[in-house]
C-alpha cells in the first residue's frame, strides 16, 4: 500500500466516499461523507491550518478533512469509550476498506481486552507520516507503541515492558498481537507485584 491510500481528494462539494467490506470481507456499500458535516478541529500553534474531523456512519472510521487542500484522510484508532460519546451512535455496519495488518492486530486484541483504546498519532498536514499507533489499557500507565509508514507489516514495538531501550519487530499480525499482549500481562505482573 502507498502512503497517499491514506488519502481521499474531495470533490467541489466537499464530498469523498468512504469504502467499506462487509465482516466476509466482501464489497459493500461506500458511504458518502462531506466535509460540512464535519467538526472542526483546533490547531494549537497553527492558525493557518483548517482541519475538522467525523466518524462515518456505517463503519465508524475517523477521517480528519482538510477543505482548503480538498482532501480527507482516514485513521485508526479505537476506543470503546470515544465511540460510545458519540450521538446517535450505532455499531458499524461494515468495515472501512482497505483493511490493514493495524486493522487485524486491534480487532484480535479487542476480544482480550475489552478496555483496550487504540490512538494514532495525528499530524497536522495531510502529507504527513502518522503511522504511529499507542496500544493502551486504562490500568496501565504507559502505552505500547506500534510504527509502521503503511499500517502493514513489520512493525516496530516499544513497550516499558522490555529492559533498556529494546525495539522488537513484528513481521507478522500474530508476533505484533503476541507482542503487545505479553506486554500488557507482563506490566500488570510488575504492578501487582508492587502493590
Not at 522488537?168 to 506486554?183: C, G, Q, W, Y
Not at 506490566?187 to 508492587?194: A, D, Y
Amino acid at each position: 500500500m502507498e502512503a497517499n491510500d491514506w488519502t481521499s481528494p474531495l470533490d467541489d462539494a466537499g464530498n469523498w466516499w468512504c469504502e467499506h467490506t462487509n465482516s466476509h470481507g466482501e464489497p459493500a456499500p461506500p458511504t458518502q461523507l462531506n466535509a460540512a458535516a464535519a467538526q472542526p478541529e483546533h490547531a494549537p500553534g497553527v492558525s493557518s491550518v483548517r482541519r475538522s474531523r467525523l466518524y462515518c456512519p456505517d463503519c465508524g472510521t475517523l477521517w480528519r478533512v482538510w477543505p482548503d487542500q480538498y482532501l480527507a484522510k482516514y485513521y485508526v484508532t479505537y476506543s470503546a469509550e470515544e465511540i460510545s460519546s458519540i450521538p446517535s451512535w450505532q455499531p458499524p455496519r461494515f468495515r472501512h476498506a482497505p483493511t490493514r495488518d493495524i486493522d487485524s492486530i486491534i480487532a484480535a486484541l479487542q476480544e482480550t481486552f475489552p478496555t483496550l483504546a487504540v490512538t494514532q498519532w495525528q499530524y497536522v498536514f495531510p502529507a504527513d507520516d502518522d503511522g504511529i499507533w499507542w496500544f493502551d489499557l486504562p490500568e496501565r500507565k504507559n502505552a505500547i507503541q506500534l510504527e509502521s509508514w503503511s499500517g502493514m507489516c513489520p512493525f516496530s514495538v516499544d513497550s516499558d515492558a522490555y529492559s533498556g531501550s529494546t525495539v522488537r519487530m513484528a513481521e507478522t499480525v500474530e508476533a505484533a498481537v503476541h507482542l503487545i499482549a505479553e506486554s500488557f500481562t507482563t506490566v500488570s505482573k510488575k504492578n501487582t507485584t508492587l502493590d
